[in-house]
Nanobody, 117 residues
Framework: QVLLIESGGGLVQAGGSLRLSCAAS????????MGWFRQAPGKEREFVAS????????SYAESIKGRFTVSRDNAKNTVYLQMNSLKPEDTANYYC??????????WGRGTQVTVSS
């Protein structure tokens, strides 16, 4: 069983920045790709970013490309999402997830990000 705990969400004005963290329990953290997703009220959950186990490969949704950066510190079993130039449409609950094979198997409970205009 893997426990994922997100933190770092909050209220920020448009144009501001936040850094989300996701701390993972369990062993062999560095062998698993990690992802960030978000879900806004009334909308489906959507992919935001992912990072390979080594951190050498990343992927981003088009809507946040150039503004968000995903990274990880395997020594701390933690993955990060640096969010810059935030927009009101970035308001959502942000989740991290651990990928096992082709699926995201373990999910955190999320952290709320609210961007005011």
């Amino acid at each position: 069983q893997v426990l994922l705990i997100e933190s770092g969400g909050g209220l920020v004005q448009a144009g501001g920045s936040l850094r989300l963290s996701c701390a993972a329990s369990g062993r062999f953290f560095s062998t698993y790709a990690m992802g960030w997703f978000r879900q806004a009220p009334g909308k489906e959950r959507e992919f935001v970013a992912s990072i390979s186990g080594s951190g050498g490969s990343t992927s981003y949704a088009e809507s946040i490309k150039g503004r968000f950066t995903v990274s990880r510190d395997n020594a701390k079993n933690t993955v990060y999402l640096q969010m810059n130039s935030l927009k009101p449409e970035d308001t959502a609950n942000y989740y991290c997830a651990q990928r096992t094979g082709s699926e995201y198997t373990y999910w955190g409970r999320g952290t709320q990000v609210t961007v005011s205009s």
